[in-house]
């Protein structure tokens, strides 16, 4: 930074869990070393409620749900040299963005009185409304993936991006495969590492709320699921989860969807 001032630095949440907000504050010691170095205006979670003005990062945790969500990122936006989405629902959508996936309508089946309910007819990722400067991928993100961009953003460097796979982690760690050993299917194949092979290590296959990595091979995927005994509806919920907007997954799991199936 060339400027006296402190690094201004913002935490904004749209339709979320405040999972990844948790992250943040999970940082713990860090976070204290963090803001001796910026100055946090605004982190609800925190406590700082300052304006939305004048910022060099902006993370954003939430999908765009609402039309207040959706005045929120466009102002944020102008007002942020650095847009960061930080974790699932604001990077692809979320849980949230399963109802995209509905045909039914699910307001009805929730609430009494959905008229009284305010929402967006889809539920999306905040690059569909603007541009974003980096995508930090994870159900939640952890400590780590946040204070790497904040380092990598204020000294003007091009933030690593994660390109291997769960599985890669596995063999680095020496995790046994739990899909070929156990036959417990696992995303791992498709999906970016920066976990640390977490569900892996703890005898669980993968999910993939780190998101599809690089030339995902979903189909090869898909039928090694099929050959360990899902049935295509099964298939198609491992893809249409956490990350059911990413387009790899949402193709994929659309592929095995009774509907797209053409039976
Ligand atoms: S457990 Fe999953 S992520 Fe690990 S090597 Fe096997 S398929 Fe890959
Ligand atoms: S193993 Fe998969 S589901 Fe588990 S934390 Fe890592 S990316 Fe997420």
Not at 84 to 98: E, M, N, R
Not at 222 to 237: E, H, N, Q, S, T
Request: glycine letters at 10%; hydrophobic letters at 40%.
């Amino acid at each position: 930074m060339t400027t006296s001032r402190k690094p201004r630095i913002a935490v904004v949440k749209l339709a979320s869990c405040d999972g990844c907000q948790l992250a943040f504050l999970g940082l713990g010691e860090k976070l204290l070393e963090l803001a001796s170095q910026v100055e946090i205006v605004h982190f609800a979670e925190a406590g700082p409620l300052g304006a939305l003005t004048d910022l060099d990062i902006t993370f954003i945790e939430g999908s765009v749900s609402t039309r207040e969500d959706q005045d929120t990122v466009h102002s944020v936006r102008r007002q942020s040299r650095f847009l960061v989405t930080i974790g699932a629902c604001a990077t692809s959508g979320g849980i949230q963005a399963l109802r995209n996936l509905s045909a039914g309508n699910l307001l009805s089946s929730v609430y009494p009185s959905p008229e009284y309910v305010d929402f967006l007819a889809h539920s999306t990722p905040v690059s569909s409304e603007v541009g974003v400067d980096l995508e930090l991928w994870g159900c939640p993100v952890n400590g780590t993936q946040i204070l790497t961009a904040i380092a990598s953003l204020l000294f003007g460097a091009a933030p690593a991006a994660e390109r291997d796979k769960v599985c890669l982690e596995c063999k680095r760690r020496q995790i046994p495969c739990v899909m070929v050993a156990k036959g417990i299917p696992c995303l791992g194949p498709v999906t970016l590492t920066g976990c640390g092979a977490l569900c892996p290590s703890f005898d669980r296959g993968c999910y993939g709320c780190y998101g599809p990595s690089e030339n995902p091979e979903t189909p090869s995927l898909a039928r090694r699921f099929a050959g360990l005994g899902l049935l295509p509806d099964d298939i198609a919920r491992r893809f249409l989860f956490v990350n059911s907007q990413a387009p790899a997954f949402l193709a994929e799991g659309r592929r095995w969807t009774k509907e797209d199936r053409h039976e």
